[in-house]
T-cell receptor
């Protein structure tokens, strides 16, 4: 009964390949996120989806594309992988309805996917 | 979101209280203080948040100064499993889909 799950946990691939990382949450949340943690351990937001609409798109190369088939899933597709894409990618989700001051927008994170591009 | 300043590392003996400080001198009136932690190789985990009153839950206590320019996260009886990077984040609570802006955090090392 994992709250936020990601597959695969590890992904090793060659430069130039196209790959996908899947994320699923069973918390009934309406917003999902993708974060990237690089080798220096900095965590940065890449995307978030609210009710199937992209509401944040940071300065991420367009080789990265989030796809949300429904509110419980937010997958990350990466085209033409580069060495610099090697990192740990975390999916998260939150509920954005509710009153101010509550923990309703606490974000729950998945276990991460470690991507290694060779 | 306001910026925060945290010491890069702290040590704590097992069973003792761990007090992690955070400075957020430019915090706005509608911004909350959130604490998350990341245990090695895991996703970040929510700990606690507050606006101006002190808060306590099963994991920790949060003490916010009266001027709200700084706060302290207290783990009352630290265990080895509390070894992690602790992030203090200031943000508005009710913005739909607002991402967390992580700084460098404080690496807490709990030893026996």
């Amino acid at each position: 009964d994992t709250a936020v799950s990601q597959t695969p946990k590890y992904l090793v691939t060659q430069m130039g390949n196209d790959k996908s990382i899947k994320c699923e949450q069973n918390l009934g949340h309406d917003t999902m996120y993708w974060y990237k943690q690089d080798s220096k351990k900095f965590l940065k937001i890449m995307f978030s989806y609210n009710n199937k609409e992209l509401i944040i798109n940071e300065t991420v190369p367009n080789r990265f594309s989030p796809k949300s088939p429904d509110k419980a899933h937010l997958n990350l597709h990466i085209n033409s992988l580069e060495l610099g894409d090697s990192a740990v990618y975390f999916c998260a989700s939150s509920r954005t309805s509710g009153g101010a001051g509550s923990s309703y927008n606490e974000q729950f994170f998945g276990p991460g996917t470690r991507l290694t591009v060779l | 979101d306001a910026k925060t300043t945290q010491p890069p590392s702290m040590d704590c003996a097992e069973g003792r209280a761990a007090n992690l400080p955070c400075n957020h001198s430019t915090i706005s009136g509608n911004e909350y203080v959130y604490w998350y932690r990341q245990i090695h190789s895991q996703g970040p985990q929510y700990i606690i948040h507050g606006l101006k009153n002190n808060e306590t839950n099963e994991m920790a206590s949060l003490i916010i100064t009266e001027d709200r320019k700084s706060s302290t996260l207290i783990l009352p009886h630290a265990t080895l499993r509390d070894t992690a990077v602790y992030y203090c984040i200031v943000r508005v609570a009710n913005q739909a889909g607002t991402a967390l802006i992580f700084g460098k955090g404080t690496t807490l090392s709990v030893s026996s």
